[in-house]
């Protein structure tokens, strides 16, 4: 009877179990995975037509939104009726500009409604306005002022050639 040396060794204890696992980097085996198969080839079948998928709307906001870095007033007043055209600066910029940039630079190499440009390139018009903001800073565009008729409203064949080009945008 003398002192107490703990378990007798055929006892193993939790932290034996334990490092018996980490140390012999055991456990449960891994079961194995069956090797992957080849695909077969193509048969030479047509592919289906596209299917509409519900999030497509949601990526193109998602795009307007990275576009602007989701900002969404501009400095300008820029009206849907408000003409704008490409400057010699963003010709000369063509290559090195956002993509989105150099989109709406080719657009403006005559001048275009703010309206025309949102239709054409099918975004959002407060994204099309923010979008000539950063433009207009840059140097890249010029904001013509609308043209008014005499009670200071917006010119009625510019308001007609607006609705004309939206028209034939439509059908």
């Not at 007798?8 to 490092?19: C, G, I, M, R």
């Not at 047509?46 to 576009?67: F, I, K, N, T």
């Not at 709406?104 to 239709?119: K, P, Q």
């Amino acid at each position: 009877m003398g002192v107490d040396d703990g378990p007798e060794p055929t006892e193993l204890t939790y932290a034996d179990v334990l490092n018996g696992i980490t140390r012999s980097g055991g456990g449960r085996a891994a079961k194995r995975q069956p090797d992957p198969q080849p695909l077969p080839y193509a048969s030479g079948r047509p592919l289906p037509p596209p299917v509409h998928v519900p999030g497509e709307e949601v990526s193109s906001a998602v795009r307007a939104y990275a576009w602007t870095a989701g900002r969404t007033r501009a400095n300008w007043r820029f009206e849907i009726e408000t003409l704008v055209s490409t400057t010699a600066r963003a010709e000369d910029l063509l290559d090195t500009l956002r993509s989105e940039h150099q989109v709406v630079a080719r657009l403006c190499r005559r001048s275009m409604s703010v309206a025309e440009i949102g239709a054409l390139m099918s975004l959002p018009i407060g994204v099309v306005r923010v979008l000539l903001d950063d433009m207009a800073g840059l140097g890249l565009i010029d904001v013509h002022s609308t043209p008014t008729g005499p009670d200071d409203r917006p010119d009625l064949e510019l308001l007609d050639r607006v609705r004309r080009g939206l028209t034939n945008l439509r059908g």
